[in-house]
């Protein structure tokens, strides 16, 4: 079966930097790999998509993730953040007629 | 589009007692999922429905049943509820690309 982890529960960042959450994957085959954000009592909202192409994924809200297969990582990014990006960030696979998600990661940003 | 629509928002149930949650979505999704949500537990898929009239278990189906009523609908019943169902429900469809869309969630209690 495909897997994915989310290293870290939690992520702080100050406003204005940079931001990383982190994704690695276990999959048998070509990776889809996808971001989703939950913002407090909301449904998850689809990000981004990595399904072949450029290893650079461009997003919803100036996020961008970067696929790196000899890693097997799929990092999301963003240049500066903002403290509206506070949320919870899933990271998903396609498996077989469906996805599985990590556990999640909470960003917080900070003014 | 309202995308993808659930109800109820917020539910009550004593132990015992049974409920359907509805879903619905009019973005003309063949496959269609219900998670739940626990603090600490990810996303946990209860069951889903690849096309109108399959239905596939998940990884914690038991205690429920679901109904693809047609294309557009996908419910999730609860014969007898018990306080380990106290959860946030999450209906979704999904794209031929694999995205999801998810609905608000309905936020159950069973005393």
């Known amino acids: 079966a495909q897997s994915v982890a989310q290293p870290e529960d939690q992520v702080n960042v100050a406003e204005g930097n940079p931001l990383t959450v982190k994704c690695t994957y276990s999959?048998?085959?070509?990776?889809?790999l996808f971001w989703y954000v939950q913002y407090p009592n909301r449904g998850l909202q689809f990000l981004l998509k990595?399904?072949?192409?450029?290893?650079l994924v461009k997003g919803s809200y100036g996020f961008e993730a970067e696929f790196n297969k000899s890693q097997t990582s799929f990092h999301l990014k963003k240049p500066s953040a903002l403290v509206s990006d506070s949320a919870l960030y899933f990271c998903?696979?396609?498996?077989?007629?469906?996805?599985?998600f990590g556990d999640g990661t909470t960003l917080t940003v900070k003014p | 589009n309202a995308g993808v629509t659930q109800t109820p928002k917020f539910q009550v149930l004593k132990t015992g007692q049974s409920m359907t949650l509805q879903c619905a979505q009019d973005?003309?999704?063949?496959?269609m999922y219900w998670y739940r949500q626990d603090p600490g537990m990810g996303l946990r898929l209860i069951y889903y429905?690849?096309?109108?009239?399959?239905?596939d278990k998940g990884e914690v189906p038991n205690g429920y049943n679901v109904s693809r009523l047609n294309k557009r609908e996908f419910s999730l019943r609860l014969e007898s509820a018990a306080p380990s169902q106290t959860s946030v429900y999450f209906c979704?469809?999904?794209?031929?690309?694999?995205?999801?869309?998810f609905g608000p969630g309905t936020r159950l209690t069973v005393t």
């Open positions: 973005m003309n999704h063949n496959s």
């Open positions: 429905s690849a096309s109108e009239g399959t239905t």
């Open positions: 998903a696979v396609k498996d077989a007629g469906k996805s599985t």
């Open positions: 979704a469809s999904r794209t031929a690309t694999y995205e999801q869309y």
């Open positions: 990595y399904i072949t192409g450029d290893n």
């Open positions: 999959v048998s085959g070509n990776p889809y």
